[in-house]
């Protein structure tokens, strides 16, 4: 058995009005699309006349204000009314061949205005011949319509909202002005505003990214000044946007500030000239998030609420279109500008990071531009891959530090792949690229130094590590460059691990120091760290001279210290209590010196 479905027309209304729409101030765009769908028709079927949208504002004392918006447009007949005010979800097809997007006269767009009034009244005279009629519909979706005399009333259509007393605030005339204007900015046909004191003509003046867009170059300097002025942005470049598909005219602005990929994009989009959103996000591809656009369209497809376009062929091309200008502009700075290239991705370095991690095309265009920070300083990418046959990379800071004082000194650049991003960069460079890619650790290089023969240094070596016994440190004789470092500190990741968790451990309860503890057993066997003294240091050689053991003992905890420091690891209490005793002493013994110094 087949069965209707019932429509509570209420529930309808209310669902259309208060849940379709994300701001009860489109009320004013859909009254304004209304209009300029009306005139469209009437210009389709007389050709051409003088447009007009009038939008006046009623106030008296005692009453909620009311507001009359009037336009010169095509109008409708009496069966035009019943066909298409009463029945939801029908559009009118009579202008369907002036305007592709076309959801309907009314309709739907009109029922947006019980966000803000209880009743709408229209009346209406169609340029098809008739009398004028009057509509008046309730918020529980009843209707009544009279057929008027015909008076002389012109050709055209005035809608009149009572306010609630919850909404006079889109009643004010300022409130009401800006919202005409942020919708109909740049449409074609004049809108006027007035409340009999007051009035404006809120587009007489289009702003000047329209002119630029179609091909003014010369206006490049006015948009970047109406952005700063109407948008609050200090716009670093401005980038004409055209195109074919889906109607594209319009401006890119690069903001001045470093953006995250993902962050709420605040495009404003006109359709056919009027305003849709100033967040739609679906139009442009995802990695433009470093631009924000001023773009009209002719050819898109609105979704119900015309706050977003659907998904189809048609915006697919769009964005493709819209894509393929924007790397157009990179690509003209790569040829054309390189210090404007370098200074957009020093600024947009994480977002732009991230799109070259994903996009192949977009990677190849920008891998070499990519600054990185190396043992022999920071450098481009494509720079580093011209000196050095083999990309060698570190991705731990500290070890980086440790390697970066070594590296050099045997003809070798190390590449500090810490920060976000940069890992998957090196890896997608070298096989993009076809070049070598090494992970490389401080042990590495310890392992590569040059041993020194062991007869005689037994005992120097056993004094050393004597020196250090309670700091969980070994020490071995090398000879390395540069000869000016004395020594290097070798600390792996592991023993870094350790020293976090025990001091963790310092401030943790019984239960969780138990716990911390099991953990730390797992890398007991690897807690040493290596001190290696340089052979090729003045200072060391002179050290294996040194028979007073207090003073061998100071100077080789003190060598330990600053190893410490030079490696940029992390000061523990011992070493703090080194570095404070061996000062001590050494400033002691120079006194003693310049004392015995005086007497002799």
Same mark, same amino acid.
């Given at each position: 058995?087949?069965?209707?479905?019932?429509?509570?027309?209420?529930?309808?209304? %209310?669902?259309?009005?208060?849940?379709?729409?994300?701001?009860?101030?489109?009320?004013?765009?859909?009254?304004?699309?209304?209009?300029?769908? /009306? #005139?469209?028709?009437?210009?389709?079927?007389?050709?051409?006349?003088?447009?007009?949208?009038?939008?006046?504002?009623?106030?008296?004392?005692?009453?909620? !204000?009311?507001?009359?918006?009037?336009?010169?447009?095509?109008?409708? =007949?009496?069966?035009?009314?019943?066909?298409?005010?009463?029945?939801?979800?029908?559009?009118?097809?009579?202008?369907?061949?002036?305007?592709?997007?076309?959801?309907?006269?009314?309709?739907?767009?009109?029922?947006?205005?019980?966000?803000?009034?209880?009743?709408?009244?229209?009346?209406?005279?169609?340029?098809?011949?008739?009398?004028?009629?009057?509509?008046?519909?309730?918020?529980?979706?009843?209707?009544?319509?009279?057929?008027?005399?015909?008076?002389?009333?012109?050709?055209? @259509? =005035?809608?009149?909202?009572?306010?609630?007393?919850?909404?006079?605030?889109?009643?004010?005339?300022?409130?009401?002005?800006?919202?005409?204007?942020?919708?109909?900015?740049?449409?074609?046909?004049?809108?006027?505003?007035?409340?009999?004191?007051?009035?404006?003509?809120?587009?007489?003046? $289009?702003?000047?990214?329209?002119?630029?867009?179609?091909?003014?170059?010369?206006?490049?300097?006015?948009?970047?000044?109406?952005?700063?002025?109407?948008?609050?942005?200090?716009?670093?470049?401005?980038?004409?946007?055209?195109?074919?598909?889906?109607?594209? *005219?319009?401006?890119?602005?690069?903001?001045?500030?470093?953006?995250?990929?993902?962050?709420?994009?605040?495009?404003?989009?006109?359709? +056919?000239?009027?305003? $849709?959103?100033? %967040?739609?996000?679906?139009?442009?591809?995802?990695?433009?998030?470093?631009?924000?656009?001023?773009?009209?369209?002719?050819?898109?497809?609105?979704?119900?609420?015309?706050? /977003?376009?659907?998904?189809?062929?048609?915006?697919?091309?769009?964005?493709?279109?819209?894509?393929?200008?924007?790397?157009?502009?990179?690509?003209?700075?790569?040829?054309?500008?390189?210090?404007?290239?370098?200074?957009? #991705?020093?600024?947009?370095?994480?977002?732009?990071?991230?799109?070259?991690?994903? %996009?192949?095309?977009?990677?190849?265009?920008?891998?070499?531009?990519?600054?990185?920070?190396?043992?022999?300083?920071?450098? +481009?990418?494509?720079?580093?891959?011209?000196?050095?046959?083999?990309?060698?990379?570190? @991705?731990?800071?500290?070890?980086?530090?440790?390697?970066?004082?070594?590296?050099?000194?045997?003809?070798?650049?190390? #590449?500090?792949?810490?920060?976000?991003?940069?890992? !998957?960069?090196?890896? +997608?460079?070298?096989? $993009?690229?076809?070049?070598?890619?090494?992970?490389?650790?401080?042990?590495?290089?310890?392992?590569?130094?040059?041993?020194?023969?062991?007869?005689?240094?037994?005992?120097?070596?056993?004094?050393?590590?004597? /020196?250090?016994?309670?700091?969980?440190?070994?020490?071995?004789?090398?000879?390395?460059?540069?000869?000016?470092?004395?020594? $290097?500190? #070798?600390? @792996?990741?592991?023993?870094?691990?350790?020293?976090?968790?025990?001091?963790?451990?310092?401030?943790?309860?019984?239960?969780?120091?138990?716990?911390?503890?099991?953990?730390?057993?797992?890398?007991?066997?690897?807690?040493? /760290?290596?001190?290696?003294?340089?052979?090729?240091?003045?200072?060391?050689?002179?050290? *294996?001279?040194?028979?007073?053991?207090?003073?061998?003992?100071? *100077?080789?905890?003190?060598?330990?210290?600053?190893?410490?420091?030079?490696?940029?690891?992390?000061?523990?209490?011992?070493?703090?209590?080194?570095?404070?005793?061996?000062?001590?002493?050494?400033?002691?013994?120079?006194?003693?010196?310049?004392?015995?110094?005086?007497?002799?």
């Amino acid at each position: 058995m087949e069965h209707a479905f019932k429509v509570d027309l209420r529930g309808m209304i %209310d669902l259309l009005s208060n849940h379709l729409y994300s701001d009860p101030s489109v009320f004013v765009r859909e009254l304004l699309q209304n209009g300029v769908d /009306a #005139i469209t028709a009437r210009r389709a079927r007389e050709g051409a006349f003088e447009p007009a949208i009038l939008a006046r504002l009623h106030r008296r004392e005692g009453e909620l !204000p009311l507001l009359e918006f009037r336009d010169n447009g095509v109008g409708l =007949t009496e069966a035009e009314v019943h066909e298409f005010l009463a029945t939801i979800g029908r559009s009118s097809k009579r202008i369907s061949e002036a305007r592709d997007t076309f959801l309907g006269q009314f309709g739907i767009g009109l029922l947006s205005c019980f966000m803000v009034s209880g009743e709408i009244e229209l009346v209406t005279r169609s340029a098809a011949g008739g009398p004028p009629v009057r509509w008046r519909a309730q918020a529980d979706g009843t209707y009544t319509l009279e057929v008027l005399e015909d008076d002389g009333l012109d050709i055209g @259509t =005035t809608v009149r909202l009572r306010a609630r007393e919850d909404t006079d605030f889109y009643f004010e005339y300022g409130e009401l002005r800006d919202a005409l204007a942020n919708y109909g900015r740049i449409l074609p046909f004049p809108i006027h505003v007035t409340d009999g004191e007051q009035y404006d003509h809120v587009n007489a003046v $289009l702003p000047p990214w329209l002119a630029f867009a179609a091909g003014d170059e010369g206006r490049r300097e006015e948009v970047l000044a109406y952005a700063r002025a109407e948008l609050n942005v200090e716009a670093l470049d401005v980038i004409p946007l055209r195109g074919e598909e889906g109607g594209l *005219l319009g401006v890119a602005l690069v903001l001045p500030y470093a953006t995250q990929r993902g962050s709420r994009q605040w495009h404003s989009v006109y359709l +056919k000239r009027m305003l $849709l959103g100033s %967040d739609l996000s679906n139009l442009l591809p995802e990695w433009a998030f470093f631009v924000r656009c001023l773009l009209n369209v002719e050819r898109l497809h609105p979704t119900a609420s015309r706050e /977003a376009f659907y998904e189809d062929d048609a915006l697919k091309a769009a964005r493709e279109a819209l894509g393929a200008q924007l790397r157009g502009y990179i690509e003209g700075l790569a040829a054309r500008d390189p210090g404007r290239l370098e200074a957009l #991705i020093a600024l947009h370095h994480l977002p732009i990071k991230a799109l070259a991690t994903e %996009d192949d095309d977009f990677f190849r265009l920008l891998a070499h531009e990519f600054t990185f920070e190396t043992s022999t300083g920071r450098m +481009k990418l494509g720079e580093y891959a011209a000196r050095f046959p083999v990309l060698r990379m570190v @991705t731990n800071l500290d070890q980086f530090r440790q390697i970066a004082q070594v590296a050099s000194a045997y003809g070798h650049s190390v #590449i500090n792949a810490v920060y976000t991003y940069d890992v !998957p960069l090196l890896r +997608k460079y070298a096989s $993009l690229f076809g070049r070598e890619l090494e992970e490389v650790d401080a042990q590495t290089y310890a392992l590569s130094l040059e041993d020194v023969a062991a007869g005689g240094l037994e005992d120097f070596t056993a004094r050393a590590n004597a /020196a250090l016994a309670t700091l969980g440190c070994e020490v071995s004789v090398k000879r390395f460059e540069p000869a000016e470092l004395p020594a $290097l500190l #070798i600390v @792996t990741n592991e023993q870094r691990l350790l020293g976090d968790i025990e001091a963790a451990r310092e401030v943790a309860d019984e239960l969780f120091a138990e716990f911390l503890d099991d953990y730390a057993a797992e890398y007991e066997l690897v807690r040493v /760290a290596r001190l290696h003294l340089n052979l090729n240091h003045p200072l060391v050689q002179d050290l *294996l001279h040194v028979r007073d053991e207090a003073v061998f003992a100071r *100077l080789v905890q003190m060598l330990y210290v600053q190893a410490h420091l030079l490696g940029h690891h992390p000061m523990r209490s011992e070493e703090l209590a080194l570095l404070s005793g061996g000062l001590s002493d050494m400033m002691r013994w120079g006194l003693r010196a310049a004392h015995l110094g005086a007497l002799n």
